[in-house]
Nanobody
């Protein structure tokens, strides 16, 4: 079993910054990809940013230039640095990981419990 635990959410004013962390633990051989998703009330869950094991990244258009995703493979940890936050960034942010297990080239997908980010004056 693999567990993903997010932290770093909270209340911040527009224009402020937050740094989210996601720590993966459990039965992990390696992690192929990690990603941040978010879900606002009454909206679909959407991909915010993703990162591969070699550091390649992609971002939703709405966060490009403001958010930075990174990972520490040795620590099985992923980060999301969020700058210039806007009210529309308010959502529950979820960590996702595609995890390699032993004896297979396939990955299993895991989700964290989510951390609330609220951007409001």
């Amino acid at each position: 079993q693999v567990q993903l635990v997010e932290s770093g959410g909270g209340l911040v004013q527009p224009g402020g910054s937050l740094r989210l962390s996601c720590v993966a633990s459990g039965s992990i051989f390696s992690i192929k990809t990690m990603a941040w998703y978010r879900q606002a009330p009454e909206k679909q869950r959407e991909l915010v940013a993703g990162i591969t094991s070699d550091g390649s990244t992609n971002y939703a258009d709405s966060v490009k230039g403001r958010f930075t995703i990174s990972r520490d493979n040795a620590k099985n940890t992923m980060y999301l640095q969020m700058n210039s936050l806007k009210p529309e960034d308010t959502a529950v942010y979820y960590c996702n990981a595609a995890v390699f297990k032993r004896y297979t080239f396939n990955t299993d997908n895991y989700w964290g419990q989510g951390t609330q980010v609220t951007v409001s004056s």
